[in-house]
Each structure stands twice: as C-alpha cells, then as structure tokens.
C-alpha cells in the first residue's frame, strides 16, 4: 500500500528540526513541503525589503535542507487556498499541515483555508512551531489577556509546560511524482537596487547557521549578557532575532539549549547564570508581544492607550527623512540609522534611542517609525515591532512612560563610552576627540578643522535642541493627561 501523502505548508518555520507540522507529516507518510508566496494577504503589513531578502536566503536554504533528506521545496505564487487546491488535486496529497501564525491577517487567512479544505473533508491541522505558550494559553485570573510583562511572565514560568524539542526527521519520503515548482528567483524577492550588500557580510541565513549562532552565543556571550545587551560597541546579544522570526531556529530549541547552559552553571556554582536568566526574559518579551498582538489585533496601528488617539503629533516630511537617513545631527542616533541601513538590524538599546528621539524629541507619530524598521529590518516582526515602538512612544502595554525622554548624549556615554560606534557608522565624525563625538557642536572652530568636520557642510547641525525639544513633547503629553 502506498503511503498518504500530506501538504506541509511552509511559512515562518523555515527549518526541519523541531517543526511539528513537519514531523507529523513524515509520521504520516510522504510529503510535499511547498512554500506559497502571496504578500496580498499579509493585509496591511506585506514584507519589507530587507525580509524579502532574508526569505530568499532563508528558502533557498530550506530546500538545500530537504535535499539532504531526499526531498525538496515547492514554490507557489499565491493565492493560498487556490494553490493548496491546485496542489492537492495534482498530487493526490490527503491532508494539509502547518504552523500557526498569530498576526490578524494571517489568523484570518487560516480559519478560512481550514474551514474550507476541511468542508470538502481534506483533514487540515495546525501546530504549535514558533511560541512557549501561545495568547491564549497564559491568562489572568479574570480570564483575561495580560497587559504588564512581569506577572505574564511569571504565569509562563509557573505554568506547567515542557519545552522539548521534536526529533529531526533523517529522511523525508517524496512523493511518486513531484509536481511543478516556481524557481526561487521567480518570486522576485531581492532588491533590483543594490543596498542589500551589507547583508551578505552582516548574516548567514538558515537553520543551519541560526543552530551555529546559538551555540557560539552560549559559549561566548551568555554569560556576560545582562552586562553587554545594551551596549552599542560589542555584539553582546544572540542576534537570533531574524533567525526566530523566520522560525529557522524555534524558540523550544533556545530554552532546552540555555536550560542545559544553566544546569552547567548551577553545577559548576558559576555566576554564568545571570546572562542566561535575563536572556530567556528577553525570549520571554517575544512571548508577551506575540500575546498583545493577538489579544489587541488593532495595536499595529492604533495605540493601545485610548488618550493617545488625540496626541498632537507633528508632521513634518523633512524631519522624518532626516531620521531615516541618519542625517538628525545626533551621532549616536544617525549611527544607529545607518547601522540599520546598511546591515537591516539595531541593537536594542539603540532601537529604543531612536524611537524616543522619533516620538519625543522630533514627536512625529510611532507608527512612521514603525513602518521604517518593517521596511528596513531583516527582523522585522508584526508582535515584537509594535511592541517596540508602543513602549517607547509611551502608548503600549507596560510602556515607558511618555515622560521618560531619553538622552541621546546620556544613552551614548553608556551604550558606546569610546565612542567606537559612532566613529564606525559616522566616519566623518572618527576624528573628533571622544567627549566631542557625541556632540559636535559644541567642538571649538579649532577642534571641528582638526578633524575635518564642517558643520552643514559634512555633517548636519542639531535639527532640534534637545532640551527644547524635551519640554515641548512633555507640553503635548500634559495636554492628552489633562482631558
Ligand atoms: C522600537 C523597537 C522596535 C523593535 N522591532 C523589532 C522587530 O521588528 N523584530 C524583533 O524581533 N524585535 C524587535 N524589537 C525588539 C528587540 O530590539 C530585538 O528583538 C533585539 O534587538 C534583537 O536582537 P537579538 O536577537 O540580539 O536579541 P537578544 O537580546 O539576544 O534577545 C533574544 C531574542 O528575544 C527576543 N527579544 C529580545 N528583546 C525583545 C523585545 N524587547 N521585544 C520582543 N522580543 C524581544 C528576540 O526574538 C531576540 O532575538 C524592537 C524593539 C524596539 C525598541
């Protein structure tokens, strides 16, 4: 008898290790693993530039990855549900598997391809393949979401979940015939400008080298980590982000690999277990965004604090594009905009600089800034984005609060104290003695000619005076406070 074949649709779990759509379908038989583009049912969030590159790559590898198992991908341009049927009619495939997505329009597209293959009596089943503890698993007492990270956190802590990875099939049976495939080229996901040419020395994409970076990450860095996340001048993060968000590595696998870290620590009395602690928290922030977004859909781009619908944000086309191209005349706020340019990721210390530099000190609207980094980032990701910019706007759950307005000098002497990152990003600042780096304009005529800087020549002026700039933003704050 030959074995039922089954349709793994391949979406944000680009790996084989740990998949469990996947790992059903070999237990099942043979399978067809097929990834359908179709970025006009993504609603309003279709991929950025910098994430079409990081798919190629990511999908390039996918294949290479099932070809050692005797299988290989199959390409599709969308729509999904007409692909999938196309599929199953020409394959004879049974049943349809997958991972689920938690962002709205990929919820919505999912309820109704299920409701649809199963109403014609296709079996379709979906898995758990990219959360600990999925939205609606962690709940209040009264039943509800969580909208402050530290009880959430603790709930997921407490709750009683084992996070064990599945085993990697060895082999992925293929079907009698393999039906037509799109070539990966077709789906025109690089960029036709070349700007994407930091990236290749920035990244290595794939599972393979998602599953390197995090064993190099626990064996170098994890111990210094609550030290080195926020500091600009070292990589003292895992950089797994695009790498998670592209579920080339699942986060099951990065808890049992730092609980086993943790173990040893434990054992050897070390005081490794601090970086790793704090570590698994941060996995644990991806946890709670990916938990707001399902539970707030709206928060992409409406603040989840109601009073900021009437914040007085400023619109200015000029301001906005300075930001983008790190041309604000604060250093370490340009640096880390050219960082994100050239090689499509920031640390997070800095991607919270500039988001409060964007909101508070230039108070154009969080929602400009958020379609930037979605545009720009190789991580880019519907929960963890809009987290991000909601906290720092003041507007989100658990947020900063408006009023923290942060320091642009103040965040440089701490993130970058030798001021190796701004002389990196900023070259024609290298020059500047260090407590001049971060604020060139207040360089004598003498030191700015020493080092070749000119004012509005090489290097912009302040577009705002920071404190000015500071008073005016906490102004419009007590505005919304007060009505
Ligand atoms: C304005 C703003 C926008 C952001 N946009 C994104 C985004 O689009 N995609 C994205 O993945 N992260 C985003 N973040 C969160 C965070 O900055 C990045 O996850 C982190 O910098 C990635 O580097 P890393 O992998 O070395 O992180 P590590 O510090 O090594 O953390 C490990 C993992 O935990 C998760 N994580 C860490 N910090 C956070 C956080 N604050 N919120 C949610 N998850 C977190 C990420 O998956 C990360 O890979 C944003 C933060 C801010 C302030």
């Given at each position: 008898m030959t074995k039922p074949l089954t349709i793994v649709w391949f979406?944000?779990?680009?790996?084989?290790?740990?998949q469990p759509a996947l790992r059903r379908a070999v237990d099942r038989g043979g399978v067809i693993p097929v990834y359908i583009w179709a970025p006009?049912?993504?609603?309003?969030?279709?991929?950025?530039g910098a994430s079409r590159w990081w798919l190629h790559h990511s999908l390039a590898s996918l294949d290479e990855q099932l070809r050692e198992r005797g299988s290989r991908l199959i390409i599709r341009r969308g729509p999904t549900q007409a692909m999938l049927d196309g599929l199953l009619e020409e394959t004879g495939a049974t049943a349809v598997y997958w991972n689920r997505r938690y962002e709205p329009a990929a919820i919505e597209r999912d309820k109704q391809v299920k409701a649809t293959l199963l109403s014609r009596g296709v079996p379709a089943e979906s898995f758990n393949g990219s959360l600990l503890h999925e939205p609606w698993t962690v709940v209040t007492k009264q039943g509800g979401p969580y909208q402050v990270f530290t009880p959430f956190w603790k709930a997921c802590l407490t709750a009683d979940v084992r996070h064990e990875t599945l085993p990697t099939p060895r082999e992925v049976t293929s079907p009698a015939k393999w039906p037509k495939s799109l070539s990966l080229d077709e789906l025109e996901l690089l960029p036709s400008i070349p700007w994407d040419a930091g990236f290749y020395n920035a990244w290595n994409v794939g599972a393979p080298a998602a599953e390197r970076r995090l064993q190099q990450f626990i064996s170098e860095a994890i111990a210094r980590y609550h030290e080195d996340r926020d500091r600009a001048d070292v990589d003292g993060s895992s950089l797994l982000s695009p790498h998670l968000h592209f579920g080339e590595l699942s986060p099951r696998q990065v808890w049992t690999a730092v609980e086993k870290e943790l173990a040893k620590s434990q054992a050897l009395k070390s005081k490794s277990g601090k970086g790793a602690e704090v570590f698994l928290k941060e996995v644990g922030w991806r946890e709670f965004a990916h938990h707001l977004l399902y539970h707030f859909p709206q928060t992409p781009t409406e603040p989840l604090r109601e009073q900021f619908r009437h914040f007085p944000w400023r619109r200015s086309q000029q301001d906005l594009r300075a930001w983008q191209r790190g041309q604000t005349g604060f250093p370490i706020v340009d640096a880390a905009m050219r960082h994100l340019w050239v090689t499509g990721y920031m640390p997070n210390r800095m991607r919270m600089v500039v988001a409060s530099f964007l909101t508070k000190d230039l108070r154009l609207p969080w929602q400009r800034g958020a379609e930037w980094f979605w545009e720009t980032?190789?991580?880019?990701?519907l929960a963890n984005n809009t987290l991000g910019w909601q906290w720092t706007a003041g507007c989100g759950a658990d947020a900063a609060p408006y009023f923290r307005v942060f320091n642009p000098t103040m965040q440089a002497e701490k993130a970058d104290p030798d001021g190796e990152y701004i002389r990196r990003w900023v070259p024609e600042l290298a020059k500047l003695p260090t407590k001049r780096l971060r604020e060139p304009w207040t360089a004598t005529a003498e030191e700015l000619a020493a080092a070749g800087v000119q004012l509005g020549m090489n290097y912009p002026p302040p577009i705002v005076d920071h404190h000015e700039a500071r008073d005016a933003a906490l102004a419009a704050y007590e505005k919304i406070r007060a009505s």
């Open positions: 979406r944000q779990d680009l790996r084989i290790a740990d006009e049912e993504e609603g309003d969030w279709p991929l950025g980032l190789v991580d880019a990701d």
